[in-house]
């Protein structure tokens, strides 16, 4: 009996050590993009845990020259170029990096954001041919622009992007640039915005079965 109890145990931790590979691999490689919100609608604190936020998801991926590429810029009035994808290859330096942009304040102008983004991807910039592009963009404010047009451009270069909203967002606005509700998160505030860490992942990283994005965490 201890001997089929054993096998069995054997098996359900061969399983689970099994999904948690297939979610380290998953995102082994790529070109990941974060643009993030340093609008006036966010506070110090607010904007501190964003960059944590985004510290936290970078962690979580294999960083390296021939592995996943971490690019960054804000945006306000104006896109704040951070590093392109050819910068960093490693996360010491990139998570450094990160946690030390700065905020601003200002006003949303997201969809300006969007079309300065695209840049990102170019060769130029340390982006790849034979690998997936991803664009997230963080934000807890409407944009005074339209984000549509400038969305669906990244998407036409097979760009997918995810869209994370903090607070009272326009949901509306986050499905046009995410373009499928499955890539748009909310949270009612920042002080929840860890709590959706695993579900973002989950899908960025193309998990089979990642659990359902409720509209308010």
Known sequence: MMGKTSFVFSLIVAALLSGLAAQRTACKTGDFVFLLDRSTSINQDGHNIMKNFTA????????????????????SDKPKDEFYLNKYYNKEDLNTHILEVDYTGGNSYLGRALDHI??????????????????????????????????????????????????????????QIAGTPERVFTVRNYDVLHSIKQRVLDVMCDDPNPPPSPLHH
């Not at 936290?56 to 945006?75: N, T």
């Open 118 to 175: 695209k840049n990102y991807f170019d060769e130029s910039r340390g982006s790849r041919d034979q690998v997936p592009k991803t664009l997230v963009v963080i934000t807890d404010g409407d944009s005074l622009d339209d984000v549509e047009d400038a969305a669906d451009i990244l998407r036409d270069r097979n760009i997918t992007l995810f869209a994370i909203g903090v607070g009272d967002v326009h949901v509306l606005q986050l499905l």
């Open 56 to 75: 936290a998801l970078v962690d979580s991926f294999e960083v390296g020259e021939k592995l996943v590429h971490i690019g960054l810029c804000q945006f």
